[in-house]
Structure formats: C-alpha cells, structure tokens
C-alpha cells in the first residue's frame, strides 16, 4: 500500500489523496510531440490507487501499447487550498520529490483524436510512481531544481525547473481557483522532453540533484 514517505523511509502522517497533474509545462516537450502551447493549463488528475512508490519495481500495463516515462517535480501538500495566493501555496508545500506520470502513449494519442478524456492513458492503477519527499525547507528555491531519468544507464531525461512556463506557486494558486487541494495531494509539475518507451527489464534511475537518488527497474 503506498503511503507519503520521508526521506529517511518512514511513512507520513498524511491521508494519501491523489495527484494533480500539469501537461504541457515546459516548452521543450511541447515541441516533441508536436502538440499546442495551452492559452491555460492543462489539468488533469490521477485517483489515489494510481500512487505506488518509485523505489519499489515499476509495473506497466503490456497490453496496450507503448507506456512512456514522464519524469516530473512532485510537491506534497498538507493544507487545504482554495483560491489560494502563492504565498499560502508555498506555506502548504511540505515536502518536494520526483514522480513518473507514467502514460499510455498510444492510448492518449487515439483520446487526443476524439477529444476525450486521458484517464484511460493516464489514472490507471500504479502510473504514478512517487519518491520519498524532501523536507521543503531544505529546497532552497524550487525553480532552480535540475532532475534526471536514466534507463538502462543512458541519460533520456534532464529538466531544470527554471524552464517551466508556470512556475510551481503559479500553477498550484491557478489549480486551487478550481477545486481545493487537500492536505495529502501530490501535484506533478510536468515534463521535459525525452519522454520514451519503457520496456519490461529496464533499468531506472532518477535523481534530483543534490537532494535524492533512487533506482528501480521495469517488471519483467
Ligand atoms: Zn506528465
């Protein structure tokens, strides 16, 4: 069963909500799948049985086509947030990580075709895999964070959080003028480019400079 964890392992005293997600935050993915710059953000969410922990094997689904890495920022709430100033979001951030917004890409392309929800290429059970989370008062700017994804020990992701178009505050603030956050959600900050296929026996590291690094790999 998932549960937040600290740093040093230990489960948090957190009810394990959800995780709120970004698309299309940073330019650089924008243009790798050829996709639009969104006027507003593009939201979307993943239920609670999507969690699982990122240290732990990786299982994906083998059924339906290529499920690809999406290596984001994650930040972990523990007040409830409605209509929110950026100043109450940074006092609600209380711990920061990494997560895989782990999508169906085939799936998703064939919803983006329809226009139909994601849900299907994107909340299915275990598509998010989530780090233990860093104090938030030993990050000392959450804009200037470097992260990597190596699989099979080949960099094929490298994102620095100065190149987000909304910057975490931002984005949280705009989320909670939706729906209020609640204490206990993750919110994935979106990906950078390098976005590919996982396959059965890879072998997965990610890191987030200076503050963690954690391997696993794919379920064979
Ligand atoms: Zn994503």
Redesign the pocket.
């Known amino acids: 069963m998932y549960k937040h964890l600290n740093q040093d392992g230990s489960p948090m005293d957190l009810p394990v909500t959800r995780a709120l ?3 299309r935050n940073y330019m650089d993915h924008i243009a790798e799948l050829k996709n639009a710059v969104p006027e507003e953000a593009l939201i979307f969410m993943k239920p609670a049985p999507a969690l699982c922990h990122l240290s732990e094997t990786l299982v994906i689904p083998t059924d339906k086509g290529e499920c690809h890495n ?1 290596l ?1 920022v994650a930040v972990l709430i523990n007040q409830p947030l409605c209509h929110a100033s950026e100043d109450e979001v940074e006092k609600a951030i209380c711990g920061v990580g990494l997560a895989l ?1 782990l ?1 169906l890409r085939d799936v998703q392309s064939k919803l983006k075709e329809k226009g139909h929800p994601w849900e299907r290429a ?1 909340a299915f059970d275990l598509s998010c895999p989530v780090s233990p989370f860093i104090p938030y008062d030993q990050i000392s700017d959450l804009q200037a964070l470097h992260f990597t994804l190596k699989v099979n020990n080949q960099v094929r992701q490298q994102g620095e959080t100065a190149k987000m178009m909304r910057s975490v505050l931002k984005m949280v603030a705009e989320m909670s003028e939706i729906f209020t956050l609640q204490p206990g959600d993750i919110v ?1 900050t ?2 950078p480019k390098g976005v590919g296929p996982l396959k059965s026996g890879d072998e997965i590291t990610v890191s987030l400079e200076g503050h963690l690094t954690l391997s696993t790999s794919v379920a064979s």
């Open positions: 997600c970004i698309g999406e984001e917004d999508t994107k994935l979106g990906t």
